[in-house]
């Protein structure tokens, strides 16, 4: 593990300035083997590797699977600067047009949708999958270094362009060439490439309620629904672009043209954790699935539902429930409020 790090992300929810608070209140329990069931970027997945166990990695998004393989189920391809510059290399040929017609003036600059047309395909000819998912995921986190919010759900590129003073935002890194960024991420993914003498695996896109278990102990993080909303978080929404990237080729069928930004259409595996009719029944049919493995559970305290309620279901199939807290605030969030940590054996 000679200078390895996490990469550094602009996800929401992210729990990579969690992990050393997570590891500290778990640190003790006996396991060989996790499944991480909401994956997402993977920092909790690398916080597992990183301390020697099995990793299963799990997440409903291919996006966000691309990411588990670069740095969960990859445990020594890294890319090469020669590689790099391959897929740069853009060598006077005619390439697509898909991103350049499907979203101007939406996200990113006209010369910048010309860049990524033309970098997506380069790395989708990349032939070692798990170089490809290095690439990819360097991609997406430039992708998101150059939105305001870093996210897709709005189509608010003018914020980048409006000659106006700011209170919020990064116009430095709004600015920074793609090609910059795209390295930077490229570097710091490599960083994180290790073999921990185990056999992680991305098991696939699995729907949360009916993914393989089995493990040891299973991680959830599923995606927040607050009491203020009426919704809960649809990652597919905040970042269906990136999705819609990794699936290139096959991306204008999934569209839906019903709003500006183009979003790809929902799936009911994702509705059931964005709509609150759907969100106890939810939580109640994953935390029995998973009954017979340690479950430690991530959420936040104005979430729905509420604390007493996971300890109550959590209480109904698991002898010892106990919840860590600690303050701690999300960068998109404008409330304070406390991160629980379930842990039931």
């Known amino acids: 593990m000679t200078n390895f790090r996490y990469p550094s992300t602009r996800y929401a929810g992210s729990k990579l300035r969690l992990l050393d608070w997570i590891w500290g209140n778990i640190k003790d329990i006996k ?4 499944l991480d069931l909401f ?4 920092s909790v997945s690398l916080l597992f590797k990183k301390h020697g166990k099995q990793v299963m990695y799990n997440d409903i998004l291919r996006f966000n699977q691309t990411i588990g393989l670069a740095i969960i189920e990859n445990n020594k391809y890294k890319v090469s600067d020669n590689e790099i510059s391959k897929v740069l290399d853009f060598n006077g040929e005619r390439y697509p047009d898909f991103i350049q017609k499907e979203f101007k003036d939406i996200f990113f600059l006209p010369e910048e949708n010309a860049w990524l047309d033309k970098v997506v395909s380069n790395i989708c000819r990349v032939k070692n999958k798990y170089k490809r998912a290095i690439l990819f995921a360097s991609l997406f986190q430039a992708c998101l270094s150059k939105r305001p919010f870093n996210l897709f ?3 608010n ?10 209170t919020f935002g990064n116009k430095t890194t709004w600015e920074k060439p793609f090609e910059v960024l795209f390295r ?5 993914y490599n960083q994180a490439v290790f073999d921990n003498g185990q056999k992680n695996k991305v098991i696939g896109g699995h729907d949360a309620l009916s993914a393989p278990n089995g493990v040891d102990l299973v991680y959830l993080d599923p995606p927040y629904f607050s009491t203020s909303s009426h919704s809960g978080m649809n990652y597919l929404v905040y970042y269906h672009f990136l999705e819609g990237m990794v699936n290139y080729r096959k991306w204008k069928k999934n569209i839906t043209y019903s709003g500006k930004i183009k979003r790809l259409k929902d799936t009911q595996e994702i509705l059931q954790w964005t709509r609150k009719a759907q969100i106890y029944e ?4 994953l935390l029995e699935r998973f009954q017979d493995s340690i479950i430690v559970l991530s959420y936040q305290s104005n979430g729905i539902p509420s604390k007493r309620e996971i300890i109550d279901i959590l209480a109904s199939f698991k002898k010892k429930v106990k919840v860590k807290t600690r303050p701690h605030r999300y960068v998109l969030s404008p409330r304070k409020s406390e991160e629980l940590l379930f842990i039931a054996k």
């Open 31 to 34: 396991f060989k083997s996790a």
């Open 153 to 155: 759900h709005r189509a």
């Open 184 to 188: 930077k991420y490229i570097s710091e």
């Open 157 to 166: 590129l003018y914020i980048r362009t409006n000659n106006v003073s700011r």
């Open 282 to 285: 939810s939580f109640k049919r």
């Open 39 to 42: 994956g997402g970027t993977g």
